[in-house]
Structure formats: structure tokens, C-alpha cells
């Protein structure tokens, strides 16, 4: 065991107009489990790449342990996996990384298969395995699950639980109440440590938050008087070194040196009075700057004239000689929403492609009316560039309802002013989202929507579908989102739907 210790760390960057952090202080034990969460933008990224030494910062970051990033960057991908385990990590032992496989339920034969045709969770596997045989290192894990389906997330997250001396970044609460014992969160005007899993830890915030909403009306006033009575005591000093240059009520000559004397006892004391005032009045002030906003979203969903919106029949979709997926059917009807659930691998992105008219070599009987109009957000965000009033412009939406409901996802209006190129990967997700609430359509295809969007913004989602209630088609391995907003599942694997 040993600490790893930050102290007065502040950062920002020089294209940014505002500090990702200033003056932070806390302390890390390298045997902790750590989650580490926090709203998109916040700095979680940053932080690990502050520990990695790739920026320089202001304060002092010390510790006994070297620091290990995941995911790592393959260059030469048509390699061997055993050779680009070898690029990773020089020194590995061969039974280490086959016990590892072993545990993460992967077979010792992907070893010998070129790193690109592994599917994406076998590849987060592997690098997994590769991350854990390295020793004395003190782990950064950043969203392993966003390739993950639901089973392979259960798999990992177990094999995390029995793992330790890690932060890991993750946005899945089941995932993180399985296998972490600290929170670590960037809250808007601090950092704090919690001893629990996420659940311990949200549930303490929302007590926290409670109160804090109940004492903001005496905190307000508090603040109030304070700003007066500073004030007030910074005009005493003011007043009294004017009447240096003054005369007394009788006529008489001041005496310039007992005043000049007088007032500077005075300017000292009322400064005094005046930092400690101010000093109250950015405490009081903190507190209520630290609530999470989270406010209600809209959707604006078109009446459909028919019951049924889609309807699929023993669908099987092909790529070339390659089918992913076999007779399918299932149908869509006003108020469903429904999650697409298998495998990676298992077609659910090809199945959303052809509902939302895209060319698709397929077999079977499939119906969607014309004038269906559908609202899409896609996994891929590499497209996005430009400032988001053009964007909304060449999108056909409303700038204003765009911009508010971003806003509500926590963007700061800074943001407003720059590129969405330069954004990270959870508010470029959000753009997308905030576009599609803003479209009015019948029926709303999301294609894991929720890959990098923080805990509090999933939340928001949550509470927007239950309570209007749209019809909805979508692929998300977040379990609790699940659990909590489809009325239908759909499994591709089985072709079930319960």
C-alpha cells in the first residue's frame, strides 16, 4: 500500500478559456478499487493524462507507483494477438496472460489470430489481460465497457471486483456498484473521495443535495448580508481618510496625522473584517454551486395515424456470404420501446440501418409506411465538426431548443463558442441526442446512445422517456437503462421478445 498524493494541482487548457481544475487537493490509495465519475467535460480524461505526465500543470502530483493507461493504442493491428501483447508488454509471461485470458473467459487460440479480426470485445479482453500482468503499476482504465455488450460487461466487471490498485472511468452504474469500493467525483466546485460503490455514493449526494436545496433560502440571505455588510465596511476606511482634507464641525484645523493615524487603524481592521467576510460569502456560495442540474427534457413526437409503425417477418440480413442475423420478427407499435439485445455481432446495428431506410441485402418480409419519419442517432461521431449553429442549421432544427436542451445536459455556454471537433466524447454524444429531441418524428431510433454520456445526463434520458413515453427502437448494454425504460426486448441471438 502507498498514496498518491495531488496537491494544489490546477490545469487548463491553452485553447480553452476556463481552468478543467485550480488548486486541487486530495489523496489516492494504491489499493483501492477507485470509480471515477463526474459530468462529460468535467476533466476525468485530463486527470489521468496529468498522471501520466502528458501535460504540464501547476502543483505537485507524487507517488511511489508508475501509472498504466487503458485502452492502449495499437499500431499495427494485422498482427499476431501474441505479438501485439509482446508491443504492449516486452517482458510478459506467457502462463500469466493465458491465466488472465482464462479468467475473462477468452480461449489461449485468439493468441494466434491477427489482433483486427478478434471482435472488439475480445480485443478489450486482451488488452485487459496484457494491462493486469504488469506489476507495481497503479492502473487508469477509461471506459472498457463502451465495446462491450451486456454479458461481457457482467464478465468483466467480475473479473474487476476481484482486482484492485485501479481508477476506473466508467458511466454504467451496475457496473461500477459491481467492482469498485471508492468513489472518486469531479463535482462543479470541488473534488471529493467517497468510501462505497456508485448507489452508496449517489445516494449520499442526493442527501446532500436535498439539504443544500432546503438551506437555499437562508443561505441566500446569508449571502446577502454579508455582500452589505462587507461593502459597508469597506466604505468606513474611505470615509474616514477623506476627512483627512476636511475641517471640524467648529471651524478648527484637522489634525491630518491623528486622522491619517485613525484611519489607517481603521483600513487595517475593516480589511481584516472585509477577507473574512468574503471569505464566508464564498464558502456559502460554493454550496450552492455544487448542486447537479438536471432538469427536465422535452421530446416532441408526431401522432402516427396507425397503430403499427414496422413490422419484420423471419428477416435475415447479409453481408456478401456473411448473414448477421436469421429470422427475425418482431413489430413495432405506438408507445413500444424497445431494446435490441445480443451479442456483439448479432446484427442490431444492421436491423436499425434497415427500419431507417438504408440499402440492405436481407431476406423476408419487412413493412414500413413511407411517411413514417424517424428520428436517428448513430454510434459514430467522427462526423461532427463546426460550430452547433451551423450545425442546426444543416441539421433543419431549431437553434434555441438545440441549445436549451444542451444546456440542461450540463454545456456550459463557453462551450457554445467552440468547435464540436474539439468536444469530448460524451457531449459529442450529447449533440447528437439534443438533435434528435429536437427533431419531431414517430418513431426514434437510438443506436447506443448512451456510449461516454456521464451517469447524471443517462438519468435525465431516463426520466424524459418514461415520462413522454415515445416510441422508441434502440441498442444499449447499459443494464439499468434497460431494465428501466423498454417495455419489449428483443433478443437477437434467440430472436426472442419478451
Known amino acids: ?38 459530468r462529460n467535460g468535467r476533466g476525468k480524461t485530463t486527470f489521468m493524462n496529468l498522471l501520466l505526465g502528458k501535460y504540464e500543470y501547476s502543483g505537485t502530483i507524487s507517488a511511489s507507483v508508475s ?63 496484457a494491462l493486469f500482468i504488469k506489476e507495481n503499476r497503479f492502473l487508469l482504465i477509461d471506459e472498457p465497457t463502451n465495446h462491450l455488450d451486456m454479458h ?38 470541488n473534488i471529493e473521495i467517497q468510501k462505497g460503490n456508485f ?6 449526494k442526493k442527501r446532500q443535495d436535498e439539504f443544500e436545496l432546503a438551506s437555499d433560502e437562508k443561505l441566500r440571505k446569508d ?20 476627512s483627512k482634507n476636511g475641517t471640524r464641525n467648529s471651524g478648527s484645523k484637522v489634525d491630518k496625522g491623528y486622522i491619517g ?12 473584517l472585509e477577507q473574512r467576510q468574503q471569505s464566508a460569502i464564498e464558502e456559502k456560495s460554493k454550496l450552492l454551486k455544487n448542486i447537479e442540474s438536471a432538469e427536465s427534457l422535452q421530446i416532441f413526437q408526431l401522432d402516427y395515424h396507425k397503430k403499427q409503425l414496422v413490422e419484420l417477418e423471419n428477416v435475415s440480413i447479409s453481408y456478401g456470404l456473411k448473414k448477421v442475423c436469421d429470422n427475425l420478427s418482431f413489430v413495432i407499435e405506438k408507445g413500444d420501446r424497445i431494446a435490441l439485445s445480443g451479442k456483439n455481432g448479432s446484427g442490431k446495428s444492421s436491423i436499425l440501418k434497415l427500419i431507417c431506410g438504408e440499402e440492405m441485402q436481407y431476406t423476408g418480409q419487412f413493412s414500413r409506411d413511407n411517411q413514417l419519419k424517424i428520428s436517428y442517432v448513430s454510434q459514430n461521431t467522427s462526423h461532427l465538426q463546426g460550430s452547433l449553429t451551423d450545425y442546426a442549421i444543416s ?73 413522454y413515453a415515445p416510441t422508441l427502437l434502440f441498442v444499449e448494454h447499459d443494464r439499468a437503462f434497460c431494465e428501466n425504460v423498454a417495455t419489449k426486448i428483443v433478443e437477437l441471438d434467440g430472436n426472442q421478445e419478451t
Open 152 to 189: 461481457a460487461r457482467k464478465l468483466v466487471s467480475e473479473y474487476l471486483s476481484k482486482k484492485k490498485g485501479f481508477i476506473l472511468v466508467s458511466h454504467d452504474r451496475s457496473f461500477l456498484d459491481h467492482c469498485v469500493d471508492h468513489i472518486l467525483s469531479i463535482n462543479k466546485t
Open 1 to 38: 500500500m502507498s498514496l498518491i498524493n495531488v496537491s494544489n494541482l490546477s490545469f487548463s487548457y491553452d485553447s480553452s478559456y476556463d481552468p478543467i481544475f485550480e488548486n486541487v487537493s486530495f489523496q489516492i490509495d494504491t489499493d483501492w478499487k477507485l470509480g471515477f465519475t463526474g
Open 261 to 272: 493615524h485613525k484611519a489607517a487603524k481603521m483600513m487595517k481592521r475593516s480589511k481584516n
Open 395 to 467: 441539421s433543419g432544427i431549431d437553434e434555441s431548443l438545440f441549445k436549451s436542451i444542451l444546456r440542461k445536459l450540463d454545456f456550459s455556454r463557453l462551450q457554445f463558442e467552440k468547435d464540436i471537433s474539439t468536444y469530448s466524447g460524451g457531449q459529442k454524444k450529447k449533440v447528437l441526442i439534443a438533435k434528435s429531441l429536437s427533431e419531431h418524428a414517430h418513431l426514434y431510433v437510438w443506436d447506443e446512445p448512451l456510449n461516454f454520456i456521464d451517469v447524471i445526463s443517462r438519468m435525465q434520458i431516463e426520466e424524459l422517456l418514461l415520462g
Open 199 to 204: 448507489s452508496t455514493w449517489w445516494e449520499n
Open 67 to 129: 501509472f498504466e493507461y487503458f485502452p492502449y493504442h495499437v499500431e499495427h493491428k494485422e498482427h499476431l494477438t501474441i505479438d501485439v501483447i509482446e508491443e504492449i508488454y516486452p517482458e510478459y509471461v506467457h502462463w500469466q496472460i493465458v491465466r488472465e485470458l482464462n479468467l475473462l473467459q477468452v480461449s489461449e487460440d485468439v493468441l494466434y489470430q491477427p489482433f483486427e479480426l478478434l471482435s472488439s470485445g475480445e480485443q478489450t479482453k486482451v488488452m485487459l489481460a
Open 223 to 242: 449571502i446577502k448580508r454579508l455582500t452589505d455588510s462587507a461593502r459597508r465596511t469597506g466604505g468606513w476606511s474611505h470615509e474616514v481618510e477623506k
